[in-house]
């Protein structure tokens, strides 16, 4: 009998974010429960409406999008790409963010609509679970497994020379997010990084100028010199939530620097209590990127596999 994976993504509007959004939107057997926004790419309120129009694109026209939070717990404000890109190229969804309730409180409602049967996706700052654990304190408990874009253990930051984005954007969310409990699964800087497309890959995707995706690869093809990287953080990311195997899992408990200095570094740490956090510390970039393929090229799905069976190991 098959199975179905419940997720719920929180998403900060980037490239990378959509692609993730996608790639999920078209796997069999899973349900996007709600998706929700959040500052760090571009403002909460632009991220809502590229993560609708990259749903659109998938075909999933249903999938609500809550505006999540604006700016972070307690750090000013910072957006790494305000000049959003990826919403002057999709345009405008068709659809509107739910006016309802913020992504915090979505997340809150569907993880105790469905304790225990909801996985959690985030792809940008960790303020609206932050939000939401002050809410509901039981969250970690009531959601089965989160699975994070976020952190850099042996890799030096993309933002700074400690931190990666994700966690620098809001540290204390991340802090409190790495501390609370969820079976956390964190993938960082140090595996997303040798995530990055190819030449070849770009070609297929090029052969279909109808589509975005077809029109960016075309334009990232026709850059003089070298292919610049183009590393598939968030994807990466989803792609271990719809199969762990792909990825060797290091369990660790982690921390993050709230200190000047080294603000939103990240780091493993042993403690007296098993660890319910793990480290991604490889993964199988061939599978991903067959995975989307068949996501974004017309008239396929991605095919969860078994090619690489690869499994956590304690710390």
Not at 19 to 47: K, M
Not at 202 to 211: I, K, W
Not at 228 to 247: G, V, W
Request: glycine content about 8%.
């Amino acid at each position: 009998m098959a199975t179905t994976t419940t997720v719920i993504v929180d998403q900060d509007g980037g490239v990378d974010d959509a692609l993730a959004l996608v790639l999920l939107a078209r796997t069999p057997g899973v349900e996007i429960a709600g998706a929700g926004s959040v500052h760090g790419n571009v403002s909460a309120t632009a991220a809502a409406d590229n993560g609708l129009r990259a749903l659109e694109i998938a075909g999933d026209h249903s999938t609500p999008m809550a505006v999540g939070a604006s700016e972070p717990l307690a750090r000013p404000l910072h957006l790494a790409h305000p000049e959003d890109l990826l919403g002057k190229a999709a345009g405008s969804p068709k659809r509107k963010p739910v006016r309802e309730e913020t992504a915090a409180e979505q997340i809150v409602r569907l993880a105790r609509k469905s304790p225990g049967c909801v996985d959690l996706l985030t792809l940008g700052p960790l303020t609206n679970v932050a939000i939401a654990l002050d809410a509901e304190p039981e969250l970690p408990r009531l959601v089965r497994r989160a699975v994070a874009m976020a952190g850099a253990f042996e890799a030096k930051g993309n933002i700074s020379d400690y931190a990666e984005s994700n966690v620098w954007h809001d540290p204390e969310a991340a802090a409190q997010v790495v501390a609370a409990g969820f079976d956390l699964t964190l993938v960082p800087l140090d595996v997303t990084r040798k995530a990055t497309v190819t030449r070849l890959w770009l070609e297929r995707l090029a052969a279909d100028e109808d589509r975005l995706w077809g029109r960016m690869a075309t334009m990232l093809l026709a850059l003089p010199g070298k292919l610049p990287a183009f590393p598939l953080h968030d994807p990466l990311a989803a792609a271990i939530l719809l199969d762990p195997e792909i990825a060797r899992l290091h369990r660790t408990s982690v921390t993050v620097d709230l200190g000047e200095r080294r603000r939103g570094q990240t780091r493993a740490v042993k403690t007296e209590h098993p660890a319910r956090s793990a480290v991604a510390v490889a993964a199988d970039t061939g599978r991903l990127l067959a995975q989307l393929t068949h996501a974004l090229l017309p008239g396929r799905a991605p095919v969860r596999g078994r090619a690489s069976r690869t499994r956590a190991h304690p710390g």
